[in-house]
């Protein structure tokens, strides 16, 4: 684009009155980790598909911004967004909000939207009582962002409503486990039953936002379920309609859906125990790296990080490995002050990289080294982690959480 809005012209066009929509979109964005989200993420907030959200943000909020203010662009959705940032690997564009409108928001009290209260859904399926055979289809229309809506059994419930958000679990037959989730489009209603006895059965309608096969990455085994932090619900029930407690839904959002998370919100999570550490795995597990980075950050600032500091004596192992002394200092309880380090990067999509046992204590000097200088982790065993550290090998030692923090 030649030219884009100043924060005084995003002000006139928000005073100038706005569609709902478009303001659920900005708001969703704008809540986001760094005001950046795809169109799936925001999408899957707000509960519209994102066929929807692109034909809202770029024909009906963009285009006439851009008639009005004589801008060019060969994507409407281009003018709130800066939207050709790089793929990432998940094939979705980022949409970056532009600074002007972040200000423009905030200084019109428009930055965040009331908030809505929405429950989630188990719905279930099960093949031994009904074969699925469009399963796959179904699958690759979704992959490609095709809307699919549906009507599904709610059970013996009257309660699921219009705009609530579901999990669909596989049950019956191994394997079982959540393959889908998506969006409720309709209050329940009475139709003939799926069997063809001629009986009633309740439904709701229903759009599928996300669906994977049993062998995918993100099919969310039951054993993985009866495991915390999941485990305070029961995974297999008799039918559909069971509510999903809120605290496990969000935790779900986040593992299945790969929801965004504010930031704030996740300077706000515990690590004080292990207990507390394996919750923060689970639910940060497909996490992207900027909102693993984060978590570290709160799990080497926690009580575990403490204790790890404790029992290597707040002192630097590269510099004990090295013989060498950098020095630090003293911290007002009389503490030598060392920093907790993740050796396994945490951006890293790599199976307890935040546990504890991935913690070592470095100096201020070495631990900024490890992040920015010439050092590779070259092994890893139960007792020890070996670096290359600017052509030198260098050992040092590995605790044991689980015994150490059990």
Known sequence: MA????????IEVLHGGIRPLSLRILQAVYNSLDHTATAKAVAETIGENVRTLNLEIGNRFGKPIAKQYNLRSDHYYGVPFQVFAPKRKDGLFDW?????????LEQTGLATAPEITKTTYL?????TKWDWKELPERIQQIASNVSIEDRWSAGTTTKPKSGDSFYLIRLGLDPKGILGSGVILSNVYKDTHWDGSGREAKYV????????AVDDQDFLSLTELNEPPFDAMNWTPQASGTQIPSAIAQILNVRFNGAEVKEAILREEKADTL???RRLEAIYANAVPRVKEVISKVIERGSVADVVKKYFKYECLACNAMGLHLGSFLKQDGEQYVEAHHVIHVSKLVKGSLSASNIITLCATHHRQFHHGNVEATATTPEWFSFNIDDVEVKVPRIDAEKLLG
């Open 275 to 277: 207990t507390d550490i």
């Open 123 to 127: 719905l279930t399926w099960n093949p």
């Open 205 to 212: 309608k229903v759009r599928f936002d996300k669906l994977v």
């Open 96 to 104: 970056i909000m532009r600074e002007e409108l972040i200000n423009a």
């Open 3 to 10: 030219k884009t809005l100043s924060t005084e012209e995003w």
